[in-house]
């Protein structure tokens, strides 16, 4: 029955968002409201696909924080939670590396949506781009999602943190909101997607101000918080 869930979502998910990226230029031409709206409806359709097809649902726990815009430092295990956290915050603005930006068409509509590229090679100029996105991002409503240990991790896995989660908490002087979350426990890098419940635990606010080392400290056994040896 795995194997069948798993092919059933791959056929529907996989070939159904094929036409929500297609569709994306014509919504960017009709405008951003256009864009936003196929944009939800996307994460719509895949929290349907998840649930319908693989059995999988999300759990919350804690606050998420939704009065004023904050940044959100996740842990990432998964595509599932990108699109999760999407829904459950209301569109921030997710910081996403510049391979995946590249992609044609896609991360066009991307772009045109609002995400935050990152060039991984940390450079003083990257950095500065990134903040100018953060800051617009901000001014528009929406708040600010990154993974700051960088890229996807496998259950268990504790990488240290990038220096782009230190230079967005130092500049943007906002509360940093730890999300710990355990979605690689259905949804493997490699190997089928089970069915499952992924908990998504959202801490108590990191206030800005900290050294360097104490905010990363802070939020590194933060987003952690559910991991198992």
């Known amino acids: ?56 649902e999300t759990r919350i726990v804690g606050d998420p924080q939704l009065g004023t ?31 995946l930006a590249d992609i044609p068409i896609w991360g066009r509509a991307a772009r045109r949506y609002g995400v935050i590229v990152v060039d991984r090679e940390a450079s003083a100029g990257a950095l500065r781009r990134m903040l100018g996105e953060a800051k617009v991002a901000l001014d528009a409503g929406r708040s600010i999602v990154i993974f700051p240990e960088g890229t996807r991790v496998a259950p268990g896995e504790r ?17 940093v909101v730890p999300v710990a979350l355990d979605s690689g426990r259905v949804w493997p890098r490699r190997g089928p997607k089970r069915p499952g419940v992924v908990t998504i635990r959202f801490g108590e606010p990191i206030p800005p101000g900290l050294s360097r080392k104490e905010a990363e400290a802070r939020v590194h056994a933060a987003i952690n918080a559910l991991e198992r040896d």
């Open 159 to 175: 990488p240290a943190l990038k220096s782009g989660f230190a230079g967005l908490y130092q500049m943007l002087k906002l509360p």
């Open 69 to 99: 815009p904050a940044l959100y430092a996740a842990k990432h295990q998964s595509m599932y939670e990108t699109l999760e956290l999407s829904r459950i915050l209301n569109r921030p603005a997710i910081v996403m590396k510049q391979e």
């Open 1 to 56: 029955m795995i194997g069948l869930g798993n092919l059933a979502f791959a056929v529907v998910f996989y070939g159904g968002s094929v036409a929500f990226v297609l569709l994306s230029p014509l919504a960017a031409a009709i405008g951003r409201p256009a864009l936003l709206g196929l944009a939800r409806a996307w994460i719509g359709f895949h929290r349907w696909a998840a649930r319908a097809l693989l059995g999988i």
